[in-house]
């Protein structure tokens, strides 16, 4: 018994899983140390790396030029993923076309697939966050839910460039390439380097090396890319999200089962191909420079401009023709069989969609409940053509700004986020939103069952048809 590794984790039996685990062995095994985990109040910062501000051209890219917000969707955030109104304090009607929300102008915004709560950047890049908050994730120190954006007073010193949302915790990077999180923290999604259930307010995370240039969530993890171009990882390892070659789990006792958390970030070190016969070839100085998460998925892009995915492999999302979890990042073989580059990525709870080198939209996984999945990247032929400008992949459903139009499309149930009207909720195919025709839309962000929209004002005819809109008032 004396040789059984020390449990690490949470005390809960977890439900076994269907998808088979990886089928090869790398060097890089799940018995990896593990570092202390001091408690919250140990984190020394002043060990940490000293500030300097990003290059001013790098910091350029963030501007995603200033714009006025429009909401849609369901906007009781208590309820979002419920299926009734029990303990429910406040219930709003959903929005089934967009509404003017706040006077402010922001310059970006964030929220995710399976996320009730949003932040905002505005004009001076100060960070605003709303929505539900039952573990801490708007960053204000309490558990109160905000129906308005409010500024994260703790955030307050300091120019945030650009944010990210998980389920139940929120990332935000500054323009010195340093990272604060705060939140849900039992699977170490915040990266403090402990396993403090919730983060109250946001906390530098416990990271020491090249400035950070973008962050990114899933449900239960994160993932950080450095100036170098190198990915960092943390939080819940169960389907090889975090790209080390492991799931984390172990037994507890013999019926209970646990994860090795990553409690603070930690280097993805290996990328490899699959050829023909299932044999495994490392791929060498990969240099990443962008990605994208899913609930328990991510897809990178890079210096190549080819794409890489791994995690949680169901109904196709890694676009792999098969369903099997990837453990470390692998290369997506259709992209370069079809001599294709892919130039941008997102990801939606369980499907991701590319753009390419020529402007075609690819899906693959599902973005409906029922119905035949694509197991690997197709082109969404209904795109063809398009100039896209945005995407905001949630739940089941994707909302696009291309050419002064926005196209949404989503499987029932919906909740109003697709902007249709009440009349049409849903839709299975791209359809266009007549009442944004001729908006310009430089940015879309999608929640659970909510969707946002920053809308270029200084454009007349955009501006002109921002003002005639309906406003949310809370």
């Known amino acids: 018994m004396s040789s059984k590794r020390k449990p690490d984790g949470t005390k809960k039996a977890v439900k076994k899983r269907k998808n088979s685990e990886s089928n090869y062995d790398s060097d890089l095994s799940d018995?990896?140390?593990?570092?202390?985990?001091?408690?919250?109040?140990e984190v020394v910062v002043e060990e940490l790396r000293p500030m300097e501000k990003l290059p001013e051209e790098l910091l350029a890219v963030y501007d995603k030029g200033p714009g006025k917000l429009l909401i849609a969707g369901m906007v009781s955030w208590e309820m979002t993923g419920k299926r009734d109104s029990k303990g429910v304090t406040k219930i709003r009607p959903?929005?089934?076309?967009?509404?003017?929300?706040?006077?402010?102008t922001y310059r970006s915004m964030a929220s995710f697939c399976s996320a009730a709560h949003s932040v905002l950047i505005d004009e001076n890049w100060k960070a605003f966050t709303f929505g539900r908050n039952q573990l801490s994730q708007l960053g204000h120190g309490d558990t109160t839910t905000y129906e308005k954006p409010t500024q994260v007073a703790d955030?307050?010193?300091?120019?945030v460039i650009q944010a990210a949302c998980g389920r139940n915790h929120t990332l935000f990077l500054t323009d010195t390439g340093t990272v604060y999180a705060c939140g849900d923290n039992k699977s170490g999604q915040c990266g403090v380097g402990n396993k403090l259930p919730t983060i109250t307010s946001?906390?530098?995370?416990?990271?020491?090396?090249?400035?950070?240039?973008?962050?990114?969530?899933?449900a239960e993890f994160s993932v950080i890319l450095d100036l170098k171009g190198n990915l960092h990882t943390f939080g819940l390892p169960e389907y090889g999200q975090l790209?080390?070659?492991?799931?984390?789990r172990y037994f507890v006792t013999s019926t209970k089962m646990s994860f090795h958390f990553e409690t603070q970030p930690r280097k993805v070190l290996v990328y490899m191909e699959k050829n023909k016969e299932g044999h495994v070839l490392p791929i060498e100085n990969v240099n990443i420079i962008d990605f994208a998460c899913g609930n328990n998925h991510t897809v990178a892009i890079d210096s190549k401009n080819r794409a890489y995915s791994w995690g949680f492999g169901g109904i196709g999302r890694l676009g792999h023709a098969e369903q099997k979890d990837e453990m470390v990042?692998?290369?997506?073989k259709f992209f370069d069989t079809q001599n294709r580059k892919v130039m941008r990525v997102f990801c939606g709870s369980s499907y991701s969609l590319a753009i390419s080198d020529?402007?075609?939209?690819?899906?693959?996984?599902?973005?409906?409940?029922?119905?035949?999945?694509?197991?690997?990247?197709?082109?969404?032929?209904?795109?063809?053509?398009?100039?896209?400008?945005?995407?905001?992949?949630?739940?089941?459903?994707?909302?696009i700004s291309a050419d002064d139009s926005l196209i949404a499309w989503g499987a029932s149930p919906t909740y109003g986020e697709l902007g249709l009207g009440d009349l049409q909720k849903s839709s299975s195919t791209p359809k266009e939103v007549t009442r944004m025709e001729g908006m310009k839309i430089p940015m879309v962000a999608l929640g659970?069952?909510?969707?946002?929209?920053?809308v270029n004002t200084e454009h007349e005819k955009s501006k002109e048809k921002y003002d005639n809109l309906p406003e949310f008032v809370v």
């Open 202 to 218: 946001p906390t530098r995370i416990s990271y020491n090396g090249p400035p950070i240039i973008k962050v990114g969530c899933g």
């Open 358 to 399: 020529i402007g075609s939209l690819y899906l693959f996984g599902q973005n409906k409940k029922t119905g035949e999945a694509n197991m690997y990247p197709k082109p969404v032929q209904d795109l063809a053509g398009w100039n896209i400008t945005s995407i905001g992949a949630g739940y089941t459903s994707i909302v």
């Open 448 to 454: 659970y069952s909510h969707s946002m929209l920053l």
């Open 155 to 159: 955030l307050a010193d300091f120019n």
């Open 329 to 332: 990042p692998r290369l997506i």
């Open 31 to 41: 018995e990896y140390p593990r570092s202390g985990e001091p408690s919250a109040r």
């Open 243 to 248: 790209g080390h070659n492991t799931d984390g």
């Open 94 to 104: 959903n929005l089934f076309t967009f509404h003017r929300f706040t006077s402010e």
